[in-house]
């Protein structure tokens, strides 16, 4: 069974930092791609970094210099670390994995971002 599971959510102030976790169970970790996705209220859910096994990344436009994606495999963990957060990174975090065609997502972490 595939458990995607997130952490690390909160309430911060603008242009402060927090560090995101992801563990995943029930699959071959070191072998799948990694997505951190974020939805903010009324809007689209959207893909914010991506990981893939062999360690290439990819950011949102809007994320890049601040938000750094990083993966551990021996402990099937992937990280974001969002550094100056501003009001308009309020969202709910989601982590994604895609393995055997199916696409597995954790039930999210809230991050607020205060002025």
């Known amino acids: 069974q595939v458990q995607v599971v997130e952490s690390g959510g909160g309430l911060v102030q603008d242009g402060g930092s927090l560090r995101l976790s992801c563990a995943v169970s029930?699959?071959?970790?070191?072998?799948?791609?990694m997505r951190w996705h974020r939805q903010a209220l009324g809007k689209q859910r959207e893909l914010v970094a991506y990981i893939s096994s062999g360690g290439s990344t990819y950011y949102e436009d809007t994320v890049k210099g601040r938000f750094t994606i990083s993966r551990d495999n021996a402990k099937n963990t992937v990280f974001l670390q969002m550094n100056s957060l501003k009001p308009e990174d309020t969202a709910v975090y989601y982590c994604?994995?895609?393995?055997?065609?199916?696409?597995?997502w954790g039930k999210g972490t809230l991050v607020t971002v205060s002025s």
């Open positions: 029930g699959i071959r970790f070191d072998l799948s791609a």
């Open positions: 994604n994995v895609n393995y055997g065609g199916l696409n597995y």
